[in-house]
């Protein structure tokens, strides 16, 4: 847009692959929503007993919080090339 | 009886150790030291107190009865947690660009500063927290009557003493401070710290549980798969209903919305708390079903509810008893707390302070400090709503299943859900769609839920409950519109918020919202574009002094001087009033909403700056695209404004440039005119006595003395003008001292009079002229004798007199000179001070300077000369300031 000189290649390569993890930032809750939609999947089938709905929901709790963790720390940690709030 | 009794102990130390721990991070925070009190941590700490006594002890009975659905209670708001970027970033962005006091706040302000908004959001959030508290109450009762002697136990003492504790506690926390959007502290800390105590007495029973009961994690897997529970399985609709309505309670709750919202100080502790919030709430249900089924192993038929108590009293664990105790203890306290302040804070600004502002008739100009009536409402309300909750306890009996009161109220603050999302995301949302949502959504709450929550044979009769009011079947409260066979729970929230929804969206398209709102919602859901943006004030009405008056009065002396001087600051102008521009109305609007809340602070401000002007600076950024380019041209409009205004104050300075120069041509003209009369006869006679040769002795002296006058004329005139520009310029001594009036009369009357040639006689009155004065004697005694040579030239009687009189005024004196002769005609009167004016056919022996010269005597002395009219004759008011002690410059 302006005089800026040409940012390098991997420049480039990082603030694309913050805006993917931006994206992904943002997907998140559909896809935590949908993981805590799986155990009424099988509600009515006998197989799904309460010790693997626990191990199963406490795991995935637990991984979407680290993931979460993880995506944020990425988002938020700023890049040279690109200035926050200039995402679009 | 002894167990009771430690019981109380504990608590009471464990309340005065709160105490101390929240007077230690106030008096840190006072010292600008503990940046850690803002850390994520503690944010993240702060939030939990979602996790009242109800999850506390609930959860274990929700798990005993329903399996694994209790935690759905705690999914939703990891949900809503793990979208904070969507939501919660907004939320806060808001509430710190808007200084949101309350949820309540929050929709009104987007709905144009609606009070009535703010009032109905407020009532269904009383009606809606109130059970709630009482479910703490209760909580907090079964579980001291768990150590005592079941028998002589009184649950009713009990629920008062821990009322009256609880209220105590929160009055001298939560209203020290009047800025709601100040963080508190005290009671942050104070429930971080109670957060971490439930944490571990949860953890602690259920690593009790686990390891010391059984033998492990695979023995309890086995006991759960080997239980009821372990066969429950999971209704579909209820595990969705439930997740969606705690995720909305998360976000509607009034104390969860003080912590998230208003207790925020930046997007960063949002981002950490986005996932370690969760975790908590993993660690809060990780060890719920491992205690609810070897409590139902070890203890069956005992109430589920209090299982984290009484297994460890089964075997002993009094220790262990007492912190699992505490825990439930802290988690009641805490959620009391903050949700009596946050209830507080909006029935005192909404309710309370609206109507205390119209009982006084005078708006925003009422007198005295309003902080002190806005703290007291607060008090009175904290008080009000946790008593409300005590009576809603003894009225209920306290017999209710605790979960299902907790539900209840979820469903009940929910109903915030379509304002609170469609106002921060949907420019078209209105006042009315959100009021007739809200309204309909309460109304079914009230009717499918609250209602018949006390039983049947309660509130409703068995009857209505089964068959309808009248008969009329579709409206029966479990089974609205004839759709039979749903979960109550389910039936009611389903119906309330989709209705609630369905009604705000269709009500929104229907109805046009006025100019505040359309701003407010432009500014709220593109808080990200324009943050920072309020509607603006017109600026005609709105004086510093008033607004410097209401500010003080809410917001303190200290801090509105504060604010105002800051203010000057900005505008250039450091120690003087502020302008009332635009934005400083606006800032201060937004410093007055961080204290009474948006509608009330909008309301004053309009009392005093009149109606709220929208610009079109503003109305601009309420476009989206085209809105570049506008502001651009605007910009440039209001820059060709400003050049127009610079040409026209050039062209006044011009004008007055001219009317000088104008000014100086017409005096540089008169002097030449006065200077050539004399010159014009000294030229001609000594031409006449050069050229001449047999004139006469007499005649040679005769025209030498004209030569002489003349140039004694010349001379005269020279010093006047010199005399004059002297004064005019500033430039003169004035060489004070004392002297008695009389005297100087009798100088300027011998100066006059001593060649003999006046026929003028002069009457005076020496005792009133016995007076001192402190003044350049000399200039004074000028300007009389000019007065009485004018009298003694110009008075056309036969026996000229002048009469001259002196009276001292209380703070003046007065000389007034008066003739007898035909006086100055009122024509003229204007111009007699002016130089180079004569009156009337003259004789031409004076300049016309005189009077100018006495004029600009008196202005340097510090008084006045002035036309006397008088009914016979010319007078003259000569008057000085402070006779006895006049301090002439």
């Known amino acids: ?88 | 009886m002894a167990t009771l009794n430690t019981a109380i102990s504990v608590c009471l130390i464990y309340v005065a150790l709160l105490f101390l721990i929240a007077f230690a991070a106030e008096r840190t925070a006072a010292r600008g030291a503990g940046r850690w009190l803002s850390s994520s941590f503690v944010y993240t700490l702060s939030l939990s107190i979602y996790c009242t006594a109800w999850t506390f002890y609930g959860a274990v009975g929700y798990a005993a009865r329903s399996g694994l659905e209790f935690v759905t209670i705690y999914l939703g708001p990891s949900l809503v947690m793990f979208g904070w970027w969507w939501v919660l970033r907004k939320l806060v962005r808001i509430g710190r660009t808007q200084r949101v006091t309350s949820i309540a706040d929050l929709i009104s302000a987007r709905f144009g500063k609606s009070n009535t908004l703010a009032i109905c959001v407020t009532g269904v959030a009383v009606i809606g927290v109130t059970p709630y508290i009482a479910l703490q109450l209760q909580s907090v009762t079964l579980s001291l009557s768990v150590f005592s002697d079941q028998a002589e136990f009184d649950t009713g003492t009990a629920a008062l003493w821990t009322t009256l504790g609880l209220a105590l506690f929160t009055l001298l926390f939560g209203t020290r401070s009047l800025n709601a959007q100040e963080r508190q502290h005290g009671i942050v800390i104070a429930i971080a710290v109670e957060a971490i105590v439930k944490l571990i007495a949860l953890l602690a029973v259920g690593v009790f549980v686990v390891w010391g009961m059984a033998e492990g994690p695979a023995d309890i897997m086995a006991r759960i798969d080997a239980s009821e529970i372990g066969a429950k399985a999971i209704d579909g609709p209820r595990w969705m209903s439930l997740t969606f309505v705690a995720a909305a309670a998360f976000l509607c709750l009034p104390r969860m919305f003080h912590v998230l919202v208003v207790e925020n100080d930046n997007d960063r502790q949002l981002e950490r708390a986005s996932f370690l919030f969760p975790l908590y709430l993993i660690a809060m249900s990780l060890f719920v079903v491992p205690i609810a089924v070897v409590g139902l192993e070890y203890l069956p038929g005992e109430n589920p509810d209090l299982f984290v108590l009484t297994l460890p009293l089964t075997q002993n664990q009094e220790t262990l008893a007492f912190l699992a105790f505490l825990g439930g203890f802290s988690s009641a306290t805490s959620m009391v707390i903050v949700a009596s302040l946050a209830l507080a804070t909006m029935v005192s600004n909404h309710i309370v302070m609206p109507i205390w502002l119209s009982s006084k008739g005078q708006g925003a100009s009422v007198s005295g400090d309003v902080r002190q009536v806005v703290l007291r409402s607060r008090r009175i309300s904290i008080g009000l709503i946790i008593f409300l909750g005590y009576f809603y306890y003894r009225l209920s009996g306290g017999s209710a299943a605790l979960a299902s009161i907790g539900l209840i109220a979820f469903a009940g603050v929910a109903q915030f859900l379509p304002a609170l999302i469609g106002g921060i995301f949907w420019r078209g949302a209105t006042r009315f769609g959100a009021l007739s949502g809200l309204t309909i959504g309460f109304l079914i709450w009230l009717w499918s839920m609250f209602l018949p929550s006390f039983g049947a044979g309660g509130v409703m009769s068995a009857e209505l409950l089964a068959q309808g009011p009248w008969g009329l079947s579709w409206l029966r409260p479990h089974a609205l519109f004839g759709i039979t066979g749903l979960d109550p729970t389910v039936h009611a929230i389903w119906w309330s918020l989709s209705l609630n929804f369905f009604t705000f969206v269709a009500v929104s398209m229907l109805t046009f919202p006025d100019p505040l709102e359309r701003l407010q919602g432009a500014q709220i859901v593109n808080v990200f574009e324009h943050s920072g943006k309020g509607q603006g004030w017109t600026l005609a009405a709105a004086e510093a002094e008033d607004l410097m008056i209401m500010a003080q009065r809410i917001l303190g002396p200290d801090d509105a001087k504060a604010l105002f001087a800051s203010e000057a600051l900005r505008q250039r102008a450091p120690g003087q009033m502020p302008e009332p521009t635009s934005e400083f109305l606006q800032t201060l609007e937004r410093e007055l909403a961080a204290s009474v809340g948006a509608a009330t602070a909008h309301a004053m401000v309009a009392q005093i700056a009149g109606g709220p002007g929208i610009t079109v600076k503003e109305l601009i950024a309420v476009a989206d695209e085209s809105a570049q380019i506008l502001e651009y041209s605007n910009q440039l409009e209001a820059k060709s404004a400003e050049l127009t205004r610079t040409a026209a104050q050039l062209k006044d300075a011009n004008t007055k440039l001219t009317q000088l120069s104008v000014q100086k041509d017409a005096f540089l003209s008169q002097i030449s005119h006065e200077l050539r009369t004399p010159m014009t006869s000294i030229r001609a006679f000594s031409e006449i006595l050069r050229d001449t040769h047999s004139l006469e002795p007499e005649e040679q002296t005769r025209f030498a003395s004209i030569i002489h006058s003349e140039t004694i004329r010349l001379t005269r005139l020279l010093d006047d003008l010199l005399d004059l520009s002297v004064l005019e310029n500033g430039q003169v001594t004035l060489h004070l001292q004392e002297g008695k009036l009389s005297d100087i009369l009798d100088r300027a009357e011998q100066a006059v009079l001593a060649n003999g040639s006046s026929a003028l006689q002069i009457m005076r009155a020496p005792e009133h002229e016995q007076l001192h004065v402190y003044t350049d004697i000399d200039r004074l005694t000028q300007v009389f004798i000019n007065i009485i040579s004018n009298a003694s030239k110009y008075c056309s009687a036969k026996q000229p007199e002048l009469t001259i009189s002196v009276s001292a005024q209380d703070t003046a004196l007065h000389i007034d000179f008066v003739d007898n002769g035909a006086g100055i005609p009122a024509s003229e009167r204007s111009v007699i001070f002016e130089k180079f004016s004569r009156v009337g056919e003259s004789d031409g022996s004076g300049a016309g300077l005189g009077l100018a010269i006495c004029q600009e005597i008196m202005q340097r002395l510090g008084g006045t000369i002035s036309y006397l009219d008088v009914p016979r004759g010319t007078g003259f008011r000569v008057k000085l300031n402070s006779p006895a002690k006049t301090t002439l410059q």
């Open chain 1, 1 to 88: 847009m302006t005089d800026r000189p040409a940012p390098s290649a991997t420049l480039e390569k990082r603030s694309y692959r913050k805006r993917r993890l931006l994206d992904g930032l943002k997907i998140l809750p559909i896809f935590a929503t949908f993981l805590f939609l799986v155990p009424i999947l099988g509600s009515q089938g006998a197989e799904h007993r309460l010790p693997s709905l626990l191990a199963y929901l406490f795991s995935v709790w637990f991984g979407l919080c680290m993931l979460c963790g993880v995506l944020a720390a990425w988002v938020s940690e700023p890049t040279p090339s690109q200035p926050p709030g200039t995402e679009h």
